[in-house]
Nanobody
Framework: QVQLVESGGGLVQAGDSLRLSCAAS????????VGWFRQAPGKEREFVAT????????YYADSVKGRFTISRDNAKNTVYLQMNSLKPEDTAVYYC?????????????????WGQGTQVTVSS
């Protein structure tokens, strides 16, 4: 079993930055892919970014490419999402998720473990 805990959300202004953290416990993450997803009110959960735990493969949604960076710290069993140049449309609850294996995927159904989410609100 894997437990994921997100942190780092908050209320910021457009153009500001935030760094989200996803701390994992329960199992070593050496064989996992970890992704970030978000869900705005009234909308479906959507893919944001994903990283293979070895760090040699990342993928981003077009809407965040060039502004967000996903990274990992193996020693801390933590994945980060650095969010720069935030826009009001980035407002959502952000979730991290994990799946076993090396295949990087953007589909929510492919992820087995989910955190509780952290709220990000960007004011204009």
């Amino acid at each position: 079993q894997v437990q994921l805990v997100e942190s780092g959300g908050g209320l910021v202004q457009a153009g500001d930055s935030l760094r989200l953290s996803c701390a994992a416990s329960g199992r070593t993450f050496s064989s996992y892919v970890v992704g970030w997803f978000r869900q705005a009110p009234g909308k479906e959960r959507e893919f944001v970014a994903t990283i293979r735990w070895t760090g040699d493969r990342t993928y981003y949604a077009d809407s965040v490419k060039g502004r967000f960076t996903i990274s990992r710290d193996n020693a801390k069993n933590t994945v980060y999402l650095q969010m720069n140049s935030l826009k009001p449309e980035d407002t959502a609850v952000y979730y991290c998720a994990a799946r076993m294996g090396r295949v990087v995927t953007t589909n929510t159904d492919d992820y087995d473990y989910w955190g509780q989410g952290t709220q990000v609100t960007v004011s204009s």
